[in-house]
């Protein structure tokens, strides 16, 4: 079974993996975007930070849900193609979206109405960078997102484990993150290409998570009637803070 290193990542289609995933906003995002929206208005955090999103693909919700607590957003993606995508999306998103914004702005709107032009905000704030999950600079960043990208990017556990290792290493200590994975994911076609899992849960990622973080909450949104796709078990959202807490 091929590793991370052996994916088709030069054949990645955006286009297709944008139309399938985003072009709607579905039930599951909205609620994932909302519980990381309560959590983020919560933040403990002195000011404005530097944020990353790791693994951004064609998926910018993150990152607006970083915009009020950050002046600078690093979104790193391996791939060339969405690079390119990010590159010129960001400059001004498309209106597909708007709603995702308008979740923000419902849900919490003490910490985003502040934010008159997110589309101008977002195009000053980031920076897209070529970069890999396991090549990521250590304690640099005061908030992080990574949405499907740890589990979905190799069959190896050992390498999931590295990834996700490698993202909480990113942040400085105390710095809240909301990483978000496919549970039980069976692997995922995106255009022509068939692309590798790891199979993931709940149990799992909480004892992973607890030496290195604190805070933690992980909770699930089961697939119901209309999932996204076959061979997934639901969706899963952890958020907390990097590091152990301080003792009392």
Known sequence: MRGNQSQPWNEWDSAWYLAHNYEELRYDDRQLMEWMADFFAGARMRGRGHGI???TGTNIYPSLAMLPLCDKITMVE???AN???LQS???DYAETWDP????FLDRNPSLYKEITNPRERLESVVDVERGNIFELRRDTYDIGTMFF???SITPYRVEFERGLRRFLASLRRYAPFAAAFMKNSDGYEVGDHKYAAVRVNEEQITKFLEPLAHGIKVRTIPTGSNPLRNGYDGLILATGYAGRARRK
């Open 100 to 103: 995702f914004w308008g979740t």
């Open 83 to 85: 690079v390119n995508w």
């Open 89 to 91: 999306e960001v400059q």
């Open 149 to 151: 990208v740890a589990e």
């Open 78 to 80: 391996r791939t060339v």
């Open 53 to 55: 999103d790791v693994g």
